[in-house]
């Protein structure tokens, strides 16, 4: 079986993005699963150009794209993306869209079909802190993950996908300030747990992880 995991590059001012880092640091292989990794950048135009080429390329079976999310202090796998562009700063081409649709006509919304709720428990078996999140935002990180799904629906070679935020790794935060972190190889250690378990099982977990608000 063969994965193909993606980071971003750094954006707004930031010089360093996690994601890219741990992605940088996966082993290639995985048991009989095969890692193959791929860097978008953190444009609107230009992410998901990028990324149905590697999808292309690898002909994957399960995809998961990571980004950054500043603040965050689990590991959070993303349940659902939704069909909008609205940012709050600017991506790494000055674009800014307001209220736009990442597909135009497409559905409001696409889930993710990984085993997220299986992956947090492993993630907490193996003492990482993780949640399942119910929205990735509405920067390029949810438009990625839309346009990944979307990617699926008609893709000649099937594959699962989701999306992975993580927190700030602790040099950011020792730069910028207060805001949780996590240790790089916590990050891969976790990568590499989800990618495990997402390749052992396609059904989830019925364990609740929702939110109340
Ligand atoms: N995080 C941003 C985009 C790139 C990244 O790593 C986001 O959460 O949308």
């Known amino acids: 079986m063969k994965a193909l995991v993606t980071g971003f590059d ?15 640091r996966l082993r290639k292989r ?11 950048p953190t444009s609107y135009a230009r ?3 990028v990324l149905r080429a ?14 950054q999310a500043g ?9 659902v993306a939704i069909n909008v562009q609205d940012a709050r700063i600017r991506d790494n081409d000055g674009k800014q869209p307001i209220d736009r649709p990442v597909v135009k006509d497409g559905p409001a919304a696409y889930f993710a079909t990984l085993p ?4 947090v428990a492993g993630l907490r078996e193996a003492g990482l802190p993780a949640a399942v999140s119910n929205t990735a935002g509405t920067f390029v990180c949810n438009h990625i993950l839309y346009a990944l799904m979307d990617i699926a629906q008609d893709h000649p070679a099937p594959f699962r996908g989701g999306f992975l935020h993580i927190p700030f790794v602790p040099e950011q935060v020792a730069r910028a300030g207060a805001a ?5 190889d916590d990050v891969v250690r976790g990568i590499e747990i989800i990618l495990e378990v997402s390749a052992a099982r396609t059904s989830d977990l019925r ?4 939110a109340i608000s």
């Open 54 to 67: 590697a999808i292309d390329r690898v002909k994957p079976e399960l995809v998961l794209c990571v980004g």
């Open 207 to 210: 364990t609740a992880e929702g």
């Open 116 to 119: 997220i709720k299986a992956c």
């Open 180 to 184: 949780p972190s996590m240790a790089i």
């Open 30 to 40: 995985l048991g009989g699963l095969a890692v193959h990794t791929a860097e978008l």
């Open 47 to 49: 992410s998901a150009g």
């Open 71 to 79: 603040g965050r202090s689990e590991l959070c796998l993303e349940r």
């Open 10 to 24: 750094p954006f707004g001012g930031d010089k360093v993005n996690p994601s890219s880092l741990a992605v940088g």
